[in-house]
């Protein structure tokens, strides 16, 4: 077994939905900001994909920002379903690695 700390990133194929929902996510922050605030952070920037289709994410973020799209049967997955994960980033329990926080 391994260990993974979900600060670490993983990529993801996010879908239109995922977009829409990161965007409006940003948006009602915006909102909730002073408008200095509101500026100082801009507009929505979508993440940046590499020539796979992956976009880099912390694994909490996707959590947060998703958990509650992710359940049986939602037609609209924010998503697809298989993730990357960098072996840089798995902990062998046997070796002496210590653990990064």
């Given at each position: 077994?391994?260990?993974?700390?979900?600060?670490?990133?993983?990529?993801?194929?996010?879908?239109d939905e995922?977009?829409?929902?990161?965007?409006?996510?940003?948006?009602?922050?915006?909102?909730?900001?002073?408008?200095?605030?509101?500026?100082?952070?801009?507009?929505?920037?979508?993440?940046?994909?590499?020539?796979?289709?992956?976009?880099?994410?912390?694994?909490?973020?996707?959590?947060?920002?998703?958990?509650?799209?992710?359940?049986?049967?939602?037609?609209?997955?924010?998503?697809?379903?298989d993730i990357?994960?960098?072996?840089e980033y798995?902990?062998?329990?046997?070796?002496?690695?210590?653990?990064?926080?």
């Amino acid at each position: 077994m391994k260990d993974f700390n979900i600060n670490q990133y993983v990529g993801v194929k996010l879908t239109d939905e995922g977009l829409r929902i990161l965007e409006s996510q940003h948006n009602e922050l915006l909102k909730r900001m002073t408008p200095e605030a509101a500026e100082s952070v801009g507009p929505f920037v979508a993440p940046q994909v590499d020539e796979e289709g992956y976009s880099q994410i912390q694994l909490w973020e996707l959590m947060h920002s998703f958990g509650r799209y992710m359940y049986n049967g939602n037609p609209n997955i924010p998503f697809e379903m298989d993730i990357k994960i960098s072996d840089e980033y798995l902990i062998d329990h046997t070796s002496n690695k210590s653990k990064s926080m």
